[in-house]
């Protein structure tokens, strides 16, 4: 059993669920671990790096542990493992009056907590400009916006609901489940998880990957769940319509869409000047750097368009072959 420090704020830690690598040894879940966070730490990936440095000065500890929910073949097809981070005190987690991960939920008092991430970077695919949405990288720089979000007491589980209709998934019952989400579905279930793939899909753009993730609804029931459930309808099994359509690709209209939370985000992510680098990001989705934007005007039409780097909205606009900025095909290899 080891904890190694991957990076300052940061350990691998295999004193726990070392039963659920049956299939690698301990070691090379820490060297699994080691990469996907190296891929996240190395320049220019400026909207990683960002939430790496937020970690480092919060003085508080995420501990990477192997997952319990591991990756499987199911009907023939491969089903994902799952990734998760949990504070070791929820209360301290989550901000002053804001309801907590517990059920039933407990109520906020901010201050910061630990973090444990469950994370198996095997389980992922590779990263790489041409990544899929299961990109082992995203899928952990997903888990450590949630770590970061606790180490800073700023956590809230309150319900997010989608404030345009079109973008609301219709309730079902047990005998109709009701509609399909469709490109613009907006289920994010709480703020936790819209922050995360928020900054995960503009670390995506930075990258000039292939489509955006749409939201937080993905493919149920997972094993061992109920096959419908209010909170988790079961609507996507094959997650057909899990890259994000425009006009919400754009991210001023997303920007629109979304502005009180965004707005809200912007604020809280300025403590350790983490909003600051992630405002910059020369991209063609970053949400932030619009609302920079209209904070700061007049700023000419002009500079706006030089800011905004390429961004591949989905694979019908591949007519051209595109380079990762900080993830290169050179290292696009899968983990072992």
Not at 194 to 221: C, K, M, Q, W
Not at 264 to 280: H, M, P, Y
């Amino acid at each position: 059993m080891a904890t190694r420090e991957l990076l300052k704020g940061i350990v691998s830690d295999d004193s726990q669920n070392t039963e659920f690598l049956y299939d690698m040894t301990p070691e090379q879940w820490h060297r699994g671990v080691k990469q996907a966070l190296d891929l996240l730490a190395e320049p220019p990936c400026t909207t990683s790096k960002a939430i790496l440095d937020a970690i480092a000065a919060s003085g508080k500890r995420g501990s990477i542990i192997p997952a319990k929910q591991r990756a499987a073949t199911v009907e023939g097809g491969k089903e994902y493992g799952n990734a998760g981070a949990l504070a070791t005190d929820s209360q301290r987690a989550a901000a002053p009056g804001r309801p907590t991960e517990d059920d039933p939920p407990l109520v906020g008092v901010g201050g910061g907590s630990d973090s444990v991430l469950q994370f198996v970077a095997q389980d992922w695919e590779p990263a790489g400009s041409g990544a899929s949405f299961k990109a082992v990288d995203e899928v952990l720089l997903h888990e450590l916006v949630h770590s970061l979000r606790q180490m800073q007491g700023q956590e809230d589980n309150t319900e997010l609901v989608a404030p345009w209709t079109v973008s609301r998934l219709a309730k079902g019952s047990t005998v109709d489940p009701g509609p399909p989400p469709t490109a613009l579905t907006q289920v994010y279930d709480n703020l936790e998880e819209f922050a995360a793939i928020l900054i995960t899909n503009i670390y995506r753009s930075e990258n000039v990957r292939v489509g955006l993730v749409r939201d937080h609804l993905g493919a149920r029931p997972r094993r061992g769940e109920p096959a419908d459930t209010p909170k988790r309808p079961f609507r996507d099994p094959k997650e057909r319509t899990r890259e994000l359509g425009y006009p919400l690709t754009n991210p001023r209209n997303f920007l629109t869409m979304w502005r009180p939370q965004i707005t809200r985000l912007f604020d809280e992510l300025s403590v350790n000047a983490t909003i600051q680098k992630i405002q910059g990001v020369r991209c063609g989705f970053n949400p932030f750097f619009e609302l920079l934007l209209e904070r700061t005007k007049p700023v000419s039409a002009w500079a706006h368009r030089a800011h905004r780097g390429p961004h591949v909205p989905s694979a019908r606009a591949t007519a051209f072959p595109v380079r990762a900025r900080c993830v290169s095909s050179s290292r696009s290899l899968a983990i072992r």
